[in-house]
């Protein structure tokens, strides 16, 4: 925040949150297990989503500190690959369209 201050960007682009929910966690898990959405469920719901959710207010106040430090600035948020989608397309329920060249590169 203090850089963002000092260098007054005009645009400001966040990944927030990813660690916190586990994202490489889950991207291992989708690369080892098919399908892998069945391991983000269980009686309370989607784990998945639960934990963005649990997130919101720690969320909003990382974005209201990024706008106060850089008031002018147009503020992106960009979010991660929907893994863990239930769109009909083939194997995107199971992850399996990821491989580790996917994600290696």
């Known amino acids: 925040v203090d850089l963002l201050r000092a260098l007054r960007p005009k ?7 990813g660690n916190d929910v586990g994202f490489a966690d889950i991207i ?8 892998c959405d069945q391991n983000f469920k269980d009686a309370n719901g989607d784990l998945v989503d639960n934990r963005i959710a649990s ?8 974005y209201q ?9 147009n503020i992106y948020v960009l979010t991660y690959p929907d893994i863990l989608t ?6 995107a329920a199971d992850c399996s369209g990821m491989d580790s060249q996917t994600v290696d590169g």
């Open 55 to 62: 997130l919101q207010a720690r969320l909003s106040t990382a």
């Open 86 to 91: 239930t769109s009909a397309a083939p194997d």
């Open 11 to 17: 645009l400001v682009t966040v990944t927030i949150g």
């Open 28 to 35: 291992q898990t989708c690369l080892l297990v098919s399908p």
């Open 65 to 73: 500190a990024i706008k106060s430090a850089a008031p002018g600035a």
